[in-house]
């Protein structure tokens, strides 16, 4: 499937991926479980990349993010070698959680695409946070146009 001109606008964040032999199964193609290892290290990077370093929020503040719903389809396979750019794109952001979009992409040809709902918490207890103003402001769908 290859995106639709509109959907193949520039993402609001991109992080490189490589195939290697562990990350297939069987059948030579990329598990499917490990887009979502793919996913968050995309999402990592973006937190970085917005100046939100995620062990210094822990040390700071408690808080730390944990992944609450994903919803993911699956398009087409990834192989050994591929070259893979995985997208991540805020959508919504709530008093204590964001929601992103996510996609792997060869080329301009959609592989992979998901919905993943991120919850702030405390780290001692897990219960849910207001995201810090200055962690919301970075993270905003608004911020990242």
């Given at each position: ?85 995985i997208t991540v794109e805020p959508e919504a952001a709530g008093r204590a959680s964001l ?47």
């Open positions: 499937m290859t995106l639709p001109a509109e959907a193949a606008a520039a993402p609001a964040f991109t992080w490189p991926v490589r195939i290697y032999w562990e990350d297939t199964d069987a059948g030579g193609i990329v598990f499917y479980a490990n887009y979502l290892k793919f996913f968050e290290r995309a999402r990592t990077e973006w937190l970085r990349a917005a100046g939100v370093e995620q062990q210094l929020l822990r040390e700071q503040t408690g808080l730390i993010f944990v992944v609450a719903e994903t919803s993911l389809r699956y398009a087409q396979p990834a192989r050994l070698d591929d070259q893979l750019t929601v992103v979009r996510q996609r792997a992409l060869r080329g301009d040809t959609l592989l992979v695409e998901g919905e993943i709902r991120i919850g702030c918490v405390r780290a001692h207890d897990l219960k849910p946070q207001r995201l810090p103003e200055a962690v919301a402001a970075a993270l905003s769908p608004a911020s990242q146009a």
